[in-house]
């Protein structure tokens, strides 16, 4: 039997990391960002306990909390100290029998793997750019240009900047260089779509949403170097990129390429294994949408995609995070609520 539960009888338990090596404005920024989350679910009448992250004990944290009362909204994206460990501290959580949001542990590590991701959408026969990984700085075999280059382990566009984008072997081989020499890791090279690019939202788990699509509008650039989301573009507030790329919402886009985009995007969303929430970064070229990567714990602060395109939905951002929750209380033991929201239908 479903039984309806008010905000008050879902506790949570807000994990989050805050590395104790990041700068003073990164500290702000993600302190920024948590409290805003919070603030929204406590508006909802959950009560918010905070789990700040800031070594590798997070077992030892979790002990502390009973998973029989306690919703965990998951912010972890690391555990400090430990590189690419997003699906580490998921499992951590899951391991401890909480209810968690977000996507599993086995999810986020195959999406924190960009040339695992993109085998997956090609088995399923899902439009991505053409790709190959590099482990040493020569690239003979390569010959579509424009190209971009890639980290295969980085998210949040690190390491994406104009000079990602190349338009001969040279710099492609000079790019491919200076990923295998800054990041450690293989450096992946993408044929460039340069044409519009939609950040796409859904939600959800039987029933999945796509919310209004956000696109990413570079027509204030004539340089093609300039026409992408680079890590600056998110991170840094004077930058050009910054305060050049404007958001549209929603994306100008007719009846039938918004079916089209909206039945790639599902089959992508469903393929990878997300669950109740992720972004879907998409770029449009001679009539096709190709997936260009898959987020299944996408940026959820108050000016994200996300949340924007929730809230022009009609979902303010209060109601988002409570819906986010309710999807988590339906994997819990004791809790059980409907996983449908009016507002998405």
């Known amino acids: 039997m479903t039984v309806h539960r008010a905000p008050e009888d879902l506790p949570v338990l807000f994990v989050y990391n805050m590395d104790p090596e990041w700068d003073d404005a990164d500290r702000k920024a993600a302190a920024g960002s948590n409290d805003r ?33 306690l919703i965990v909204f998951n912010q972890c994206e690391s555990i400090p100290d430990l590189p690419h460990s997003e699906h580490l501290a998921a499992g951590i959580i899951e391991s401890r029998g909480f209810a968690y949001t977000g996507s599993t542990p086995e999810v986020l590590k195959l999406a924190g793997d960009k040339n695992e991701t993109k085998r997956v959408l090609s088995r399923h026969r899902i439009p991505t750019p053409a790709w190959k990984v590099y482990r040493e700085p020569v690239a003979p075999d390569w010959n579509l240009y424009p190209a971009i280059v890639k980290t295969v382990f980085e998210h949040c566009s690190t390491g994406l900047n104009p000079e990602s984008v190349v338009l001969d072997r040279q710099e492609l081989e000079s790019r491919i260089a200076f990923i295998l020499e800054t990041y450690n890791q293989p450096a992946m090279v993408e044929d460039f779509i340069d044409g519009r690019e939609y950040h796409v939202p859904l939600c959800g788990n039987g029933t999945v949403k796509m919310l209004p699509v956000v696109e990413m509008d570079f027509s204030a650039f004539s340089d093609i170097h300039d026409r992408l989301c680079t890590y600056d573009s998110k991170f840094e507030p004077c930058s050009l990129h910054y305060t050049t790329i404007e958001s549209r ?38 009539g096709t949408f190709y997936v260009l990567d898959v987020n299944p714990n996408a940026d959820l602060d108050i000016d994200a995609s996300i949340a924007c395109a929730a809230d022009y939905s009609g979902m303010p951002y209060p109601e988002m995070m409570h819906y986010l929750v309710r999807l988590a209380a339906n994997r819990h033991a004791s809790y059980s609520v409907p996983e449908s929201h009016p507002m998405l239908g």
């Open 37 to 69: 989350m919070m603030a929204a679910l406590e508006c909802k009448g959950h009560p918010v306990v905070p789990v700040e992250v800031r070594n590798d004990d997070l077992n030892s944290l979790l002990s502390r909390h009973s998973p029989e009362n």
């Open 249 to 286: 919402i929603p994306a100008p886009l007719g009846r039938e390429a918004v079916r089209e985009l909206e039945t790639i995007c599902l089959e992508a969303y469903r393929s990878i294994g997300c669950r109740d929430y992720a972004r879907l970064d998409v770029r449009e070229r001679g």
